[in-house]
């Protein structure tokens, strides 16, 4: 799992470290928003010849693909340079033909008009023009748009808002159902997005972290794979619950005092070690020691949780008896989030 990192910046609840990976965004492309103004929604489509490209959506298959368009998987293949079939990302754009059309489609989303917007307002927030928006949607610039209404936006100046993929939230999206649908997290999300709130509205353009995860080494993934099987956890989880923790990192020391590839609070460490981890009592510089004492404990809180995942992450991150007495904090609640959209990534390969 080569690549380079992915960024998680939270705001810890008090006595809890800054957990960050790093972030670098990947390349451009649009997902389209199907809406009922579009006869074909998310194509660039020929009047005579049926559309020249798609967009994949979030569990699209090249085999679906292939048969909703009259062709093979082969053929879809080898235009669009595959080098493996049975794996697309959402946001590709798949030529579906090749001839001039398809090498140069033209893009689009759809935007549904909110109170108060403007052809103007509206390219200008989208990098485009009026005049554009307005030949796209074959109405004049000078005509009323109505509150609700779909308009098809042009993409190609697109490119120049962030480097990153972009998606345009749908009704009933949220922040979390987003950024599981795209293997990122909701710290990342709310972070590239500048966003202060969970609040998004219908027809807002996200853009979304396009970005792989940092290298795990052969050393750190075996003392993962070790520690998962000897407390009985799912290796995923605690190799998704290190990765949010320290960055698959043991040098990393928090400046609350939590150590390591667990980052383990040095009381909680001791206990752990005298009644789940014996032997591990080189937990503070030892990897091993390290993944041992997190999975036991990771193991302990699944089994006074009664097995409820999200209720042992966020005991783990927030500490049992807060959990227990005041719920989930709303950082608690993203937290859990996005440790569980890191092990989605995992179980995925990615």
């Given amino acids: 799992m080569a690549g380079i990192g ?129 030949a796209l949607n074959g109405i004049s610039e000078t005509n009323v748009i109505r509150t609700g209404m779909a308009l098809g936006i042009p993409t190609a100046q697109m490119a120049s808002r962030s480097a990153s993929m972009v998606y345009v939230v749908r009704p009933g999206d949220s922040l979390s159902s987003i950024a599981e649908a795209y293997g990122v997290t909701v710290s990342s999300l709310r972070q590239t997005n500048g966003l202060l709130t969970d609040v998004i509205r219908v027809g807002q353009v996200m853009d979304i972290p396009a970005s792989s995860l940092p290298q795990l080494s052969a050393q750190t993934a075996n003392a993962l794979q070790r520690a998962a099987g000897e407390s009985g956890v799912d290796p995923y989880l605690l190799m998704a619950l290190a990765l949010m923790e320290s960055g698959w990192q043991n040098h990393v020391v928090s400046s609350a005092g939590a150590v390591g590839l667990m980052q383990l609070m040095p009381d909680t460490a001791e206990w752990t070690v005298d009644y789940l981890a014996s032997g591990a009592d080189n937990w503070h510089l030892s990897i091993e020691d390290n993944a041992r004492v997190g999975a036991a404990y990771l193991a302990h809180l699944l089994f006074i949780e009664g097995g409820d995942v999200d209720g042992a992450l966020a005991s783990y991150y927030q500490g049992w008896a807060a959990y227990k007495q005041y719920g989930m904090y709303d950082e608690t609640r993203d937290y859990v989030d996005d440790v569980l959209a890191l092990e989605a990534r995992l179980r995925a390969g990615d």
């Fill in 6 to 134: 992915i960024a998680l910046l939270h705001t810890p609840h008090p006595g809890r470290s800054l957990r960050f990976l790093s972030l670098r965004a990947g390349l451009v492309v649009v997902v389209l928003l199907a809406t009922v103004a579009f006869a074909a929604p998310h194509l660039a489509a020929s009047a005579d010849r049926g559309p020249a490209t798609y967009i994949v959506e979030p569990g699209d298959t090249l085999s679906d693909i292939a048969d909703r368009f009259g062709t093979t998987v082969d053929a879809l293949a080898a235009l669009n340079g595959l080098l493996d079939p049975s794996r697309i990302t959402a946001g590709t754009v798949l030529r579906l033909r090749d001839d001039e059309q398809a090498v140069h489609p033209v893009s689009t989303f759809s935007y549904q008009v909110q109170p108060g917007d403007t052809l103007s307002e509206i390219a200008l927030e989208f990098g485009t023009t009026a005049e554009a928006i307005a």
